[in-house]
C-alpha cells in the first residue's frame, strides 16, 4: 500500500494499474474516449460527442485502433495525489482541459493562464446537482480562458507545455483535499500532443459570461 503527505491510504495495485493502463489506452487507440462504439455494423461507428455517428475513417481523430497510430510510453510516470503537479504545470503554460466536473475551489487548483482552454459538464443536470459549479467557470471566463460545456464528458485530461496528465481526478476542493486521486503524467511529446488534439475536439459549445450568470 502507498500513503500520501496527507496520510491517506493509497491502494497501489488497483490505483496505480489502473493509471497505467487508462495511459497505454489513451495513447495507442485514441478511440474510445470520445465515445461508446457501436460495433453492429460491418464499419465502426463513433458516437462523437456531438451526438452525430461518424465513420472512423483514417486521417480523423477519432480512427478504429487498427489504423490508430501508437504513442511511445517511454515517458510516462505514475502520480498519486497529483494536484501539486498538475497545479504547478498549470502555472507554467497556457493549457488545455477537458474534465468532467469543475467544483468549489477549482480555481484555485487549477489557475488556467489567459488563452487556455477548458471543457466541462455544464449542462442543468451537473450545475443543479453541485457537481459542477458555474461561478467558477465565469471566474475563468473573466480571467480569459475559453470554455466550453460537454454535457456527456467523462474524460480527466490536463495538457500543458512538456505534460500530460491522464487520470481520475475532476476540478474540486473535494478531490485535492478528501478523495483518493491518481494520474499519469505523460512527457512524450506526442502524447502530449494528442492530448491536445482530443481537447480542442470535444470544444464544442462554447459559454459566455451571459450564459454563466444565469446558470
Same mark, same amino acid.
Given at each position: 500500500?502507498? !500513503?500520501?503527505?496527507?496520510?491517506?491510504?493509497?491502494?497501489?495495485? =488497483?490505483?496505480?494499474?489502473?493509471?497505467?493502463?487508462?495511459?497505454?489506452?489513451?495513447?495507442?487507440?485514441?478511440?474510445?474516449?470520445? #465515445? !461508446?462504439?457501436?460495433?453492429? !455494423?460491418?464499419?465502426?461507428?463513433?458516437?462523437?460527442?456531438?451526438?452525430?455517428?461518424?465513420?472512423?475513417?483514417?486521417?480523423?481523430?477519432?480512427?478504429?485502433? %487498427?489504423?490508430?497510430?501508437?504513442?511511445?510510453? =517511454?515517458?510516462?510516470?505514475?502520480?498519486?495525489?497529483?494536484?501539486?503537479?498538475?497545479?504547478?504545470?498549470?502555472?507554467? =503554460?497556457?493549457?488545455?482541459?477537458?474534465?468532467?466536473?469543475?467544483?468549489?475551489?477549482?480555481?484555485?487548483?487549477?489557475?488556467? *493562464?489567459?488563452?487556455?482552454?477548458?471543457?466541462?459538464?455544464?449542462? &442543468?443536470?451537473?450545475? *443543479?446537482?453541485?457537481?459542477?459549479?458555474?461561478? &467558477?467557470?465565469?471566474?475563468?471566463?473573466?480571467? #480569459?480562458?475559453?470554455?466550453?460545456?460537454?454535457?456527456?464528458?467523462?474524460?480527466?485530461?490536463?495538457?500543458?507545455? #512538456?505534460?500530460?496528465?491522464? #487520470?481520475?481526478?475532476?476540478?474540486?476542493?473535494?478531490?485535492?483535499?478528501?478523495?483518493?486521486?491518481?494520474?499519469? %503524467?505523460?512527457?512524450?511529446?506526442?502524447?502530449?500532443?494528442?492530448? !491536445?488534439?482530443?481537447?480542442?475536439?470535444?470544444?464544442? =459549445?462554447?459559454?459566455?459570461?451571459?450564459?454563466?450568470?444565469?446558470?
Amino acid at each position: 500500500h502507498w !500513503r500520501s503527505r496527507q496520510g491517506k491510504r493509497l491502494y497501489g495495485t =488497483s490505483r496505480v494499474a489502473a493509471a497505467w493502463f487508462t495511459a497505454q489506452w489513451f495513447c495507442k487507440t485514441r478511440v474510445v474516449i470520445a #465515445g !461508446r462504439l457501436n460495433m453492429s !455494423r460491418s464499419t465502426t461507428v463513433c458516437k462523437k460527442v456531438l451526438g452525430t455517428k461518424t465513420p472512423c475513417v483514417s486521417g480523423n481523430w477519432l480512427t478504429s485502433p %487498427a489504423t490508430s497510430p501508437r504513442v511511445s510510453m =517511454s515517458k510516462a510516470s505514475v502520480v498519486i495525489d497529483p494536484w501539486t503537479r498538475i497545479t504547478a504545470a498549470c502555472r507554467r =503554460s497556457r493549457g488545455d482541459v477537458a474534465v468532467a466536473y469543475v467544483g468549489q475551489g477549482a480555481s484555485r487548483l487549477l489557475p488556467l *493562464r489567459r488563452g487556455s482552454r477548458l471543457v466541462a459538464d455544464a449542462s &442543468e443536470a451537473a450545475v *443543479r446537482s453541485g457537481q459542477t459549479d458555474p461561478r &467558477e467557470l465565469l471566474k475563468y471566463v473573466r480571467k #480569459g480562458v475559453e470554455v466550453f460545456s460537454q454535457p456527456r464528458l467523462h474524460a480527466k485530461v490536463y495538457a500543458f507545455d #512538456g505534460v500530460a496528465f491522464v #487520470g481520475s481526478p475532476n476540478v474540486s476542493g473535494r478531490s485535492a483535499e478528501y478523495l483518493v486521486e491518481v494520474a499519469a %503524467a505523460l512527457q512524450n511529446s506526442a502524447a502530449v500532443g494528442e492530448a !491536445r488534439r482530443f481537447v480542442r475536439h470535444v470544444a464544442r =459549445s462554447p459559454l459566455g459570461e451571459e450564459f454563466l450568470e444565469k446558470l
